[in-house]
């Protein structure tokens, strides 16, 4: 075997090859399991001892050396593809930047934030309940039998747990958290439960799914002059206004007793929505004295315990705070108009400091 021969020959081919492909071959050319050393070692056998020294030490001098220059040639192919690419790689600063946009807090979420604060401020703590709820928590314990006209008044949503061959509603208000906190803790009570209700209901002021925040106290005094300071409190807080004009309607809750609807004032001036003041009422919300069947139904002695709840439409209280005049834009997830009347995030409400 003529080894310079070959030693110049292969220097030349890995020098001339531009590209890791052809490297490759060139490798198994030389080196590779059928290369032509490995060939070269196998006739080592038949040679003489000197011969076979000498033989064996000049393969695996060509051996190293090959080796060598490929990896030499490699780092080359790669630095010069590398370099090709970052030449012919240009930042074109003509193109205009991505639109990067904050994500907005959705009107309900910032009024749920709102209401819970305001609430707080005032000692109440915060409930919450599952919106598939039981036809106990739903209407019986709250004192809404079955055949009773309330059931019909709120489109309810049935579902049944095959299992245990239950009826299970999806919830059609926020009112089975109270009795949920009534049979789990013992009072005084002060509680407030925002969250999704259900009705199968759906026009330009009703939505299958909407939101709801529930108030129940009991103690052993508190009377309806304790709600009425409460609520007028609230609405003056939210509503960031000084005066409040109001009035309570008797009213029927199977639940309460006495009920009452509460209407605030208003005017529009303007097309301008002014709350507070005015020749109109706005119906706002339902409350009562927890009727002492509800209490009992939860275990709680009505001869010693008394208290007062209430329940609003978030919505509602947001939409006229906020001037949203449709319902269902709020769940059109339209970016536009979150965009409108969305919330930065840490918002707010200026009046309650919070
Ligand atoms: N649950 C009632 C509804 O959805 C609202 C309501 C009225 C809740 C009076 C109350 C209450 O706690 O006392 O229409």
């Given at each position: 075997m003529d080894f310079s021969k070959i030693q110049k020959e292969s220097m030349d081919k890995i020098n001339s090859v531009d590209n890791l492909d052809q490297l490759e071959k060139l490798r198994l050319f030389y080196l590779g399991k059928k290369g032509i050393i490995s060939q070269e070692m196998k006739?080592?056998?038949?040679?003489s001892i000197q011969e076979r020294k000498e033989v064996g030490k000049n393969l695996n001098n060509l051996k190293e050396l090959i080796q060598q220059e490929i990896q030499k040639q490699k780092i080359s192919i790669n630095s010069k593809a590398l370099n090709k690419k970052i030449k012919e790689e240009k930042f074109d600063l003509s193109l205009p930047p991505r639109n990067f946009y904050n994500g907005k807090i959705h009107p309900i979420s910032q009024t749920i934030e709102e209401v819970i604060n305001i609430f707080s401020s005032m000692g109440f703590a915060l409930e919450e309940g599952p919106d598939i709820e039981s036809d106990f928590h739903n209407f019986t314990a709250l004192n809404i039998p079955p055949d009773h006209p309330a059931r019909e008044m709120q489109d309810t949503f049935y579902l049944s747990d095959s299992e245990k061959n239950e009826k299970l509603v999806?919830?059609?208000?926020?009112?089975?958290v109270q009795i949920r906190t009534m049979i789990q803790q013992k009072p005084p009570l002060k509680i407030i439960v925002p969250g999704r209700t259900y009705r199968c209901d759906s026009d330009s002021t009703h939505a299958p799914m909407f939101h709801q925040v529930e108030g129940l106290l009991v103690d052993k005094n508190s009377t309806m002059a304790n709600l009425k300071g409460c609520l007028v409190d609230f609405l003056k807080i939210f509503f960031e206004v000084d005066k409040l004009e109001y009035r309570f309607r008797p009213s029927y809750f199977p639940f309460t007793e006495p009920s009452a609807e509460m209407d605030i004032a208003y005017s529009k001036i303007d097309g301008v929505l002014k709350i507070g003041e005015g020749n109109e009422w706005l119906e706002i919300l339902g409350c009562g004295m927890v009727n002492p069947r509800v209490l009992n139904n939860c275990g709680i002695n009505s001869k010693i315990f008394q208290g007062f709840a209430f329940g609003m439409g978030i919505e509602r209280i947001s939409m006229l705070k906020y001037g949203i005049s449709d319902l269902r834009s709020f769940f059109e997830t339209d970016l536009r108009w979150l965009k409108h009347y969305g919330f930065d995030p840490l918002h707010s409400s200026s009046k309650t400091g919070l």
């Open positions: 006739t080592l056998g038949s040679l999806l919830r059609t208000h926020t009112s089975p």
